[in-house]
């Protein structure tokens, strides 16, 4: 009986043995199962940012290079410009040129600025008169893109005379003569094309050897 007894009691010591061994080997491999699910999801997590910052880096890197390409970025990178972009920056519309849009614009050259009395030059660049110069270079850009097929396209199919509505809101007169273009602004001053269809990434400019004044 006492034999019986105590068989009874190693066979339940080895059992429960048996269970708490096994109990720490389940908490064993879920700690192990936890800490390989943890390393999982923060590998992701960094494998996600990596992207994330790779993926930022490549739009950094094609805006800067739309902006280079822009309208501004092509005038800053032509030294026969360089008058009209330090215009552009007094009028605070280098940002828009830069920015993605689709502009057609008239570039007056050094040249062209100098055409105009000193004094009329000086006084546009004044910060008191910003908002006459800007309105002087918004006369110079057309919204959307016009290329000298179109453009030639659209004089001849207007009897040799058509007129767009610029940014400030005024027109401009566009003839041919033989081969160039000719821009009537609105004071009947003309202007001619000396440098045609730039493609930029926001538009298209032409470069001209007048600065263009419209109707008082």
């Given at each position: 009986m006492k034999f019986q007894k105590l068989s009874i009691v190693l066979v339940a010591l080895m059992f429960s043995s048996i269970a708490l061994t096994s109990c720490k080997d389940d908490k064993k491999e879920a700690e192990k199962m936890r800490m390989e699910t943890e390393k999982m999801e923060m590998e992701n997590a960094k494998k996600a940012e990596q992207e994330q910052m790779e993926m930022k880096a490549k739009e950094d890197a094609m805006k800067e290079e739309a902006r280079s390409n822009s309208i501004a970025g092509m005038a800053m990178n032509n030294n026969d410009l360089s008058t009209l972009?330090?215009?552009?920056?007094?009028?605070?519309?280098?940002?828009?040129?830069?920015?993605?849009?689709?502009?057609?614009?008239?570039?007056?050259?050094?040249?062209?600025?100098?055409?105009?009395?000193?004094?009329?030059?000086?006084?546009?660049?004044?910060?008191?008169?910003?908002?006459?110069?800007?309105?002087?270079?918004?006369?110079?850009?057309?919204?959307?893109?016009?290329?000298?097929?179109?453009?030639?396209?659209?004089?001849?199919?207007?009897?040799?005379?058509?007129?767009?509505?610029?940014v400030k809101g005024d027109e401009l007169t566009f003839s041919m003569s033989g081969d160039q273009y000719i821009i009537k602004d609105g004071s009947g001053k003309k202007a001619q094309v000396i440098l045609g269809n730039q493609e930029a990434s926001n538009g298209i400019v032409y470069i001209i050897d007048t600065v263009l004044m419209a109707s008082k």
């Open positions: 972009v330090t215009a552009l920056k007094s009028a605070d519309l280098a940002t828009m040129l830069s920015e993605p849009g689709n502009y057609t614009v008239f570039a007056p050259s050094n040249q062209a600025f100098e055409k105009l009395p000193q004094k009329q030059r000086d006084a546009l660049m004044m910060p008191e008169n910003k908002e006459m110069l800007t309105s002087v270079l918004q006369y110079h850009v057309i919204p959307g893109k016009i290329t000298s097929d179109q453009l030639a396209a659209a004089i001849k199919s207007n009897k040799g005379s058509y007129k767009v509505k610029t």
